[in-house]
Nanobody, 118 residues
Framework: QVQLVESGGGLVQAGGSLRLSCAAS?????????MAWFRQAPGKEREFVAS????????GYGDSVKDRFTISRENRRKTVYLQMRELKVEDTARYYC??????????WGQGTQVTVSS
């Protein structure tokens, strides 16, 4: 079983930056072959933010964050990052890390809150 723990959330002003981290433990490499970030704001459905494969040479982004957010990973540390720039009030949400041997996302973290103030 893979355990995922997110960190790095907090309160930031609009236009600012924040970097989220998600550290994995347990399980095998297959469990973190693909890693991703999702987010969910109150009263809204969960939204795909970004994903990355094991080698880091394939990434994907949701339309609302493309060109502002960057996903990366350090396999040695079993950690995935989400660098968020030019943050907007509408980026306020709880951000969740997910992983799996495929993009069906077998494992989920508890999330970290990001709040962007105007």
């Amino acid at each position: 079983q893979v355990q995922l723990v997110e960190s790095g959330g907090g309160l930031v002003q609009a236009g600012g930056s924040l970097r989220l981290s998600c550290a994995a433990s347990g399980g095998t490499s297959a469990g973190i072959y693909y890693m991703a970030w999702f987010r969910q704001a109150p009263g809204k459905e969960r939204e795909f933010v970004a994903s990355i494969n094991w080698d880091g040479d394939r990434t994907g982004y949701g339309d609302s964050v493309k060109d502002r957010f960057t996903i990366s990973r350090e396999n040695r540390r079993k950690t995935v990052y989400l660098q968020m720039r030019e943050l907007k009030v509408e980026d306020t949400a709880r951000y969740y890390c997910a992983s799996g041997p495929s993009v069906t996302w077998t494992y989920w973290g508890q999330g970290t809150q990001v709040t962007v103030s105007s």
